[in-house]
């Protein structure tokens, strides 16, 4: 399995656990499966897709007893030079497998269309230390908090701290757009405090604001930070989505990124109010999740409570949504699957139906699929 | 503690492991903390602070020997009423915490804000019935896959599950703009497939094509689908960003949304890919990340490995950007961290400034920490 790829890979190392030699094999043959093609080994006959999309197993290495660290090759075109699609192959579905956890990962170093999908860092080390004025050593940072305060008293604290000296003065994350400091104001105010003590002092201090919202409160936010003229901007990219952090930063942003962490361990929300509450919050008509017994590991309980807080929402004036459980749903086990969510649901079956075989296989397949739910009583 | 609180409030449940009392004080204070002020107590003066923005502790209750649920009131004033600072407050910071997993969370009833920050569903099950023509039954729904087919025979597979009867045929989350198969002439090609099966059969069946990428691109996306017909879209919230979701619903989609798990396990991914590749690649100059040593539980050996992977890219013709550790350093304790380190680093100090006190006393600290980082060697 380890002769080398015939196209520029992604490399990617996850650690996977298992308790046995087949609970491993299985785990990963289905992670290789899983993040391009997502279906079973036995329903790919494209050549093509055989051999151009398909990834490959590179080792799989003994951690401990119980945990092996995998590495996959998968095809850069994969990846369509997209930075949203870059992260599904990187880790989309798998994500979500309690037994895999993503190490790390290497680009291939013949990718022509990385900056297109991966902009990198358009300042770097040089650009802050230029903007900064600080050459060599280390440079000093501190925050402006708590959110509440008023924006004459946010922008005395930034003053204060480029009269200390700080060099980069940066807004808490947690400064957004409230009434009570709203941003144009609080920008205006914290850089011409900077601006004042930078020219008593000589120094380059900078003040970097919290920008949060949806794309476009953002990249209006950032207009107006850019010709107010701060030296950086803060961005908390897996809160706001890192693909649009990737589109500031090629066609937007004239100034140094400031990445911060906030919402980064995201995963440790219940699987409930993930599904259940936040993406009807957000505006999903039907949200998708892993059904119980596929090949993720939600239990039957979680999928209940699920599905019953989208089709009977808790909070009020939220209008019911659709469950749509998918993930290793038979097309012979509808009558089961149904007992258990009832009518209020999509069943979305793909690899239980592509396993048929041929097209005419498939389509009878799909028939029977159909029939199933329309004669559940 | 559990007095009703003054303002209308985001009531949040987290479940938080803790070994002993002790433990478990220490950890619920600085949840509280965390979510909104990210101040220790004692440095909070301002009266509208203290009185609005502070959360409030309503119950601590043992699941087990070591796990406890804990809720606690957030000023939903606090949310700015954007759909980002509210994922911020619900679960920003904390998210990061080993010991913290956000279990649930409840709305407040009176929160005039609640559709400008959260859109909720805009058709919901009874839109999905109405653009389907099933008034009651479990609907059907399957996958175009694998990507890497061409747009003949996705189109193709879309038109044989139409003509079987699957109610929502949707693209494979895998399927963005790839060469192979580009988002426009794809959706092209299925929503004819589908228009005509629908018209031999009589049957409503839906396309629903997964729109990916930046919000640019996304958006234009969007723009052809609507243009084109399809019934609904696919989107993976916490992939292109669950604000920008709240943005498309709100102001852009006239068709339903389902919402797509990809990414949605992302804290699985190791810091040190996630801050010291991820970051740089989609762009960010400088990376916030938690400090050893401080309230968050990276180790040494951890940040170590972040540093230098930002500092020292293995990506070739990434230009050097700066770690930003933060989250608990002392001021006086800046050799030490700078010893670790060394000078290629913005040393990111907040809450051990504003514990100095006064002023008069956070000046002089702040003073201090700039004159700890230009002395040391």
């Given amino acids: ?113 990385r900056k297109r999908a991966l902009p990198g860092p358009q300042f770097g080390t040089a650009g802050l230390r230029k903007i900064t004025g600080v050459p060599d050593r280390a440079l000093t940072s501190t925050a402006l908090k708590p959110i509440g305060l008023s924006n004459e008293r946010i922008a005395q604290l930034c003053g204060l701290f480029a009269q200390a000296g700080v060099d980069v003065i940066k807004d808490d994350h947690g400064l957004a757009n409230h009434s009570f400091h709203p941003f144009v104001e609080r920008v205006r105010g914290c850089q011409k405090m900077v601006r004042e003590a930078n020219k008593a002092s000589g120094r380059k201090s900078i003040y970097a604001p919290n920008l949060t919202g949806t794309p476009t409160v953002v990249l209006e936010q950032l207009k107006v930070a850019q010709e107010e003229g ?13 693909p649009f952090m990737a589109e500031i930063v090629a066609q937007h942003a004239k100034l140094p990124i400031l990445g911060h962490p906030s919402f980064s361990g995201a995963t440790r929300i219940s699987p409930e109010a993930l599904f259940g509450k936040l993406f009807p919050l957000y505006g999903a008509d039907a949200t998708i999740f892993a059904n119980f017994g596929g090949r993720f590991a939600y239990s039957k ?13 808790a909070i009020s004036q939220l209008t019911p949504t659709l469950p749509m459980p998918a993930g290793g749903i038979k097309y012979h086990q509808v009558a089961d699957v149904l007992s258990f969510y009832g009518r209020e649901v999509i069943l979305l079956i793909g690899g239980g139906l592509y396993e048929a075989g041929n097209d005419q296989a498939l389509r009878a397949r799909a028939e029977e699929f159909v029939r199933h739910v329309a004669e559940f009583k």
Same sequence: chains 1, 2.
Avoid at 34 to 45: D, H, K, N, Y
Avoid at 63 to 75: E, L, N, Q, R
Avoid at 302 to 312: H, N, P, R, V
């Fill in 1 to 113: 399995m380890s002769s080398p790829t015939p196209w520029p890979a992604l490399r990617v190392t996850y650690i996977v656990t298992a308790s046995n030699q087949s609970d491993l094999d299985a785990r990963v043959e289905s992670l290789l499966l899983e993040q391009t093609v997502e279906l079973p080994r036995v329903a790919l006959r494209d050549k093509f897709v055989l051999e151009n999309i398909l990834g490959r197993l590179i080792s799989v290495k003994a951690m401990d007893a119980t945990k092996y660290s995998v590495i996959i090759d998968f095809p850069i075109i994969a990846t369509a030079d997209d930075p949203a699609q870059f992260l599904n192959v990187l880790f989309g579905n798998s994500s979500i497998q309690e037994h895999v956890m993503l190490a790390d990962f290497e680009l291939p170093t013949d990718w022509p269309g």
């Fill in 230 to 242: 701060v030296g950086a901007v803060m961005i908390a990219p897996m809160l706001l989505g890192m």
């Fill in 301 to 313: 309980e979680t999928c209940g409570q699920i599905a019953s807080a989208l089709t009977k929402p």
